[in-house]
């Protein structure tokens, strides 16, 4: 149980369908972040929420957009993705501030067709 | 950018023996923490080292910092199967007051029993 919850695990989808991964964290942290994995390179950030604003977008397309509705829940919807887009989709939670550890979900497997 | 670099990419070593793998990174840092992922899982946090410590100890594990060199190490003593995953250190830069953090590539270390 690592307090954190992401769905789907895995997901197919077609460069014109629209999808959104949902990731979840019940501890009590104030901070949330989505990450992406693609084999062989560094994790790479990709939206930061600190207190459910957005403090950080670094250079992500805008066929990825993120949304925080409150502290517990964020989301990613995507929409016409490229085959390059296919990677391991991390989400973590952290209580705001230098110095704190953050606790990570399993990731959604996303394959783009 | 990448600010994190681990060194070797990949580790191999028998039950019982340590292993032990570097880190280096760019920039002035607040700290540095190093996490572990299993095939599959999302990143788990194993330990943070601030700025001004040059060593700490947590279990099986001791991990090093030297400023001067912006270099870590992380050494996993009488290592077991269940070691075997990859392994990232992540450095949260100087000045920055959200805590975000920036990973490597990531060591990979396969434990035979």
């Known amino acids: 149980e690592t307090g954190v919850t992401q769905t789907p695990r895995h997901l197919v989808m077609g460069m014109t369908n629209k999808k959104s991964l949902k990731c979840e964290q019940h501890?009590?942290?104030?901070?949330m972040y989505w990450y992406k994995q693609s084999a062989k390179k560094p994790l790479e950030l990709m939206f930061v929420?600190?207190?459910?604003?957005?403090?950080e977008n670094n250079s992500v397309p805008s066929r990825f957009s993120p949304e925080c509705p409150n502290s517990s829940h964020l989301f990613l919807h995507l929409h016409t993705l490229q085959p390059e887009d296919s990677a391991l989709y991390l989400c973590?939670?952290?209580?705001?501030?230098?110095?704190?550890?953050?606790?990570f979900g399993d990731g959604t497997r996303l394959s783009i067709l | 950018s990448q600010q994190g670099e681990e060194d070797p990419q990949a580790l191999s070593i028998q039950e019982g023996e340590n292993a032990t793998m570097n880190c280096s990174y760019k920039?002035?840092?607040?700290?540095l923490q190093w996490y572990r992922q299993n095939s599959g899982r999302g990143l788990v946090h194993l330990i943070l080292i601030r700025s001004n410590e040059r060593e700490k100890h947590s279990g099986r594990l001791r991990v090093t910092l030297d400023t001067s060199k912006k270099s870590s190490s992380l050494l996993i003593t009488a290592s077991r199967a269940a070691d075997t995953a990859s392994y990232f250190c992540a450095t949260d830069a100087l000045g920055d007051s959200w805590g975000k953090l920036q990973f490597g590539a990531g060591t990979q270390v396969v434990v035979t029993p």
């Open positions: 920039t002035s840092i607040n700290n």
């Open positions: 501890l009590g942290h104030n901070a």
């Open positions: 973590a939670s952290s209580q705001a501030g230098s110095g704190q550890p953050q606790h």
């Open positions: 929420y600190n207190f459910k604003e957005q403090t």
